[in-house]
Structure formats: structure tokens, C-alpha cells
């Protein structure tokens, strides 16, 4: 008899270029492990990513988006990660406010020496986001849609 298939999340990761992918390509050459249920996507800055990128991943079906990017005062862009910061915590307000779990969006702040906290960060997220269970409420079906 065939077992039931264990939940495992779908999250999309956007990473700074500089310093956060960094830290995942780190993890990867000290053979670190961590969660495979993230997509890393390089990005040039974490203050390029519009909310309207994390919120189309959550309406393709990811069930958790984390962006993370250099720390205060490293970025090569000088002040992007503080853009990054206001926004997203203006779009934590907005998940909230239609319904959606604040835990499912991520936020953090990671150089490219810091592959144990990627690692550390990576799990912790991946556990909650496990927690949390399916994200559905942004993803159109033919059931939504035909309402």
C-alpha cells in the first residue's frame, strides 16, 4: 500500500547578487546542506525586487518567497537593501491585511561569508513555511475563476 506524499513547500528565494547568492554558492562548496524545497533566483540588488514579483510568486504557487540581500551599509548599490526593507515591510502589512500568513515572506539580511547562517535561516524557514501548510489563496483554479 502506497504511502500518502509528505508535504514539502515550494518557496522562492531572490538573492542579491553579491551577497547572499554568495552565501548559498558558499554553503555549496562546503557541502552544507540545505532544505531543497528552495529556488534561488539571482537578482542584482535586493532593492530591484518589486512586490509585484513576490506576490506573482505566491500566485504561481509558491508557498513562501524570501528575499534576502547584503547588510546595512555593504550594499554595492548603497542604500538597496534599505529600499528592500520598506517595501517589503509595507507588503507584510498587505499579506495581513488580505489574509494572508505574515510567516509565508521573508526578509533577511546575509553576506557571502555567511553560509552557516543561509543555512541556518534556510531550514528555519523551510520549517515554518512546513507549518503553514499550502499557500492557496493568492492561486487561480477553475474553481476561483469561476466565481
Known amino acids: 500500500m502506497a504511502s500518502p506524499k509528505a508535504y514539502r513547500p515550494n518557496i522562492v528565494a531572490f538573492f542579491c547578487r553579491w551577497c547572499s547568492y554568495g552565501a548559498a554558492d558558499l554553503a555549496g562548496s562546503l557541502r ?49 537593501n534599505m529600499h528592500a526593507r520598506r517595501r517589503l515591510t509595507l507588503l507584510h502589512n498587505l499579506l495581513d491585511y488580505v489574509g494572508i500568513e505574515q510567516q509565508r515572506l521573508l526578509f533577511t539580511w546575509i553576506a557571502a561569508s555567511e553560509a552557516h547562517k543561509l543555512q541556518k535561516e534556510a531550514e528555519d524557514f523551510v520549517a515554518a513555511v512546513s507549518a503553514l501548510g499550502p499557500a492557496r489563496r493568492l492561486v487561480k483554479t477553475l474553481e476561483t475563476c469561476a466565481i
Open 32 to 80: 552544507l546542506r540545505y532544505p531543497v524545497d528552495i529556488r534561488i533566483i539571482r537578482v542584482p540588488c535586493s532593492g530591484s525586487m518589486s512586490p509585484q514579483y513576490l506576490l506573482y510568486a505566491l500566485m504561481q504557487g509558491a508557498d513562501g518567497v524570501w528575499v534576502s540581500g547584503c547588510h546595512p551599509g555593504d550594499c554595492h548599490y548603497r542604500i538597496g
